[in-house]
């Protein structure tokens, strides 16, 4: 009956990774891994994303190009949609628009963002990101809004959003 009853009570193993980590890194930043333990959990990617940092189990994951994806549409799709409701906008046509926006630029990002650095320099990430915020822009221009300055605020904060996320995945990993 003990055994039984202990079964029963153990937490999930991504909520007990997380606080093994919180627990084992000693104050470093890996103490910050909600986030991360959310994603596993949602991506249900089990012990596979679990990275090996320094002989402790880490739970900042890699992303693939394909995860970068879609984790790029979720949010720029559903900031859409939450900025959209606030603008009076219809928010379906919001998340389409950024969908489609975003399936449009991140995709030729990837394919011209090395040649780009070769010849931009440190200049590349602002250079190629304002050349997506206008690209993205005309998307919500022409299928969400009427209005250009509503199409740039979407632009801008859906994009700020994904790279926000992004930027904080790439600097824990």
Same mark, same amino acid.
């Given at each position: 009956?003990?055994?039984?009853?202990?079964?029963?009570?153990?937490?999930?193993?991504?909520?007990?990774?997380?606080?093994?980590?919180?627990?084992?890194?000693?104050?470093?930043?890996?103490?910050?891994?909600?986030?991360?333990?959310?994603?596993?959990?949602?991506?249900a990617l089990g012990d596979?994303?679990?990275?090996?940092?320094?002989?402790t189990k880490?739970?900042?994951?890699?992303? $693939?190009?394909?995860?970068? !994806? +879609? =984790?790029? %549409?979720?949010?720029? /799709?559903?900031? &859409?949609?939450?900025?959209?409701? #606030?603008?009076?906008?219809?928010?379906?046509?919001?998340?389409?628009?950024?969908?489609?926006?975003?399936?449009?630029?991140?995709?030729?990002?990837?394919?011209?963002?090395?040649?780009?650095?070769?010849?931009?320099?440190?200049?590349?990430?602002?250079?190629?990101?304002?050349?997506?915020?206008?690209?993205?822009?005309?998307?919500?221009?022409?299928?969400? $809004?009427?209005?250009?300055? !509503? +199409? =740039?605020? %979407?632009?801008?904060? /859906?994009?700020? &959003?994904?790279?926000?996320?992004? #930027?904080?995945?790439?600097?824990?990993?």
């Amino acid at each position: 009956m003990a055994n039984r009853t202990k079964k029963y009570r153990q937490q999930p193993a991504w909520r007990s990774d997380r606080t093994q980590a919180a627990t084992t890194n000693k104050g470093q930043w890996h103490k910050a891994t909600g986030l991360f333990c959310w994603l596993k959990a949602m991506t249900a990617l089990g012990d596979d994303a679990i990275a090996t940092v320094d002989n402790t189990k880490s739970l900042f994951m890699t992303l $693939t190009q394909l995860d970068a !994806f +879609a =984790l790029t %549409l979720l949010i720029e /799709a559903t900031v &859409a949609a939450a900025l959209g409701r #606030a603008l009076k906008l219809d928010p379906l046509r919001c998340a389409l628009a950024a969908v489609a926006a975003s399936s449009l630029t991140h995709p030729t990002l990837w394919a011209i963002y090395r040649p780009a650095q070769d010849y931009l320099g440190t200049h590349t990430i602002s250079i190629l990101e304002g050349l997506i915020l206008a690209t993205e822009t005309l998307a919500y221009r022409a299928l969400a $809004t009427s209005r250009w300055l !509503f +199409a =740039l605020l %979407l632009s801008v904060v /859906a994009n700020g &959003a994904s790279w926000g996320a992004g #930027a904080i995945i790439y600097a824990l990993t």
